[in-house]
């Protein structure tokens, strides 16, 4: 038995979210069938982070045990042999690796990235539709970053956490809550990106913190209003949760 | 009557190219049919360039001649009119601008600016599936771009011509041609993008010389193989046309 270790980039538009539900295809079914077809063997997949219905990754991670097969493959073949199972979809297992059996995707991970991405101009999108946040009114960046700043380090996150969120403790520390914008298009359109770490986050965490934070970007809340949403500790007290298409899982790292 | 100049982007993988033709549907179909919507008019889009099936636009041109609107309308609502009967298809009208008389999309243009996007990684594309070309092997991009120098200026492009090209003359001077390599991935992925300018380009041009510079890439064609092409002045003597999926037009400059 040998356990594999792998990361993995999605377009999660057409998906009812990482994990097996009865509703629809996920990503979890699509690997583990994928696995199936080159192996024979049905494995589980053990995931880093389960994204929701909609949301993309640039590196997913998870893990799975596989009997040895009956000719050995290194992690390019075993990656190779996966996408070509997965094909057409868009989901493609970017590097296999072998781990030893201490490695668990999700308890092992020290830190993850999300990355989420809006389109900041009055004009519908074309090229990206699906892939990222759709924002016609101009947004006060600098405010945003500067509210931002209110969340980070140690805290009680039941304002920006999901009703339905299973985690035992609100408790989650925020590392870093940074924003980057780029020229997006020849007529004034930005691309705006909020990059947050943490070691892990509670359900619809991100998305309620950017939604929230684009009260301030659109000059209705101050950071004030912010740091009070946070210590109110009531998930009534914050802002919109931000739609699935704008969020990416862009990287895990590990010890 | 008033002449509009209409900034256009779209996703072309499901259209027949900008053309109307017989056998699907079209980008200026279309919006053709979107301007009739909403103001009823039946009016004639003149391009700046007619982009081949699958060809993507971040800054298509075209104009069009309008009857006056019952109610005067500023560009931004132009666009914004236009857009509402173009959902859900990836095409957005990002900016309407009332021009003279004597604009014409195709024969005003000074500049055109189009970028060939390639990911470079042995694993499938996930994210970016129809919106970059594909290449498994690593590429020589400091050789692809020494050898690109080879056609900077005037010269007769026959070569990277398409054997249907109707333009008169196969004259043509190109102004720029240049690489730029991003970090596409986590897992050693690179996205290289190949930018080149000219007043006007040829049928398949950009795709011909991206496909011949592929091999400079790979490593089986040298600088002085690139050269000798061009001097050869025959189709036969080029590489192969690289895929419409990787192709943007991404700005159109006038005076």
């Known amino acids: ?89 868009p989901i493609s297992v970017l590097k296999a690796d072998i781990v030893d059996e201490e490695f668990h995707a999700r308890y092992a991970a020290k830190n993850k990235l999300y990355t989420y991405r809006i389109i900041n101009r009055p004009s519908l999108l074309g090229l990206d539709r699906g892939q990222a946040f759709h924002v016609k009114r101009p947004l006060d960046v600098a405010a945003m970053a500067d509210a931002g700043t209110a969340l980070l380090g140690h805290h009680d996150f039941t304002t920006f956490r999901d009703s339905n969120c299973q985690a035992k403790s609100p408790m989650r520390t925020l590392d870093r809550l940074e924003f980057e914008t780029r020229d997006y298009d020849n007529c004034g359109g930005r691309e705006i990106l909020m990059h947050v770490e943490a070691q892990s986050f509670l359900h619809h965490q991100v998305r309620n913190i950017i939604g929230t934070l684009l009260l301030v970007g659109e000059g209705k809340w101050t950071k004030a209003d912010i740091a ?28």
């Open 228 to 255: 009070d949403a946070l210590a109110a500790k009531d998930r009534t007290r914050g802002g919109p949760t931000a739609p699935a298409e704008g969020l990416y899982l862009v990287r895990i790292d590990y010890a």
């Open 1 to 89: 038995m040998t356990r594999w270790k792998l990361t993995i980039e999605y377009n999660g538009g057409d998906y009812v979210g990482w994990q097996r539900q009865n509703n629809g295809p996920s990503i979890q079914q699509s690997i583990e069938e994928a696995i199936h077809g080159f192996s024979g063997q049905e494995v589980t997949l053990h995931v880093a982070g389960r994204t929701d219905a909609g949301v993309h990754a640039r590196g997913q991670v998870a893990h799975a045990d596989f009997d040895d097969f009956t000719k050995p493959m290194d992690g390019f073949e075993v990656a190779k042999a996966i996408n070509a199972y997965l094909r057409p979809q």
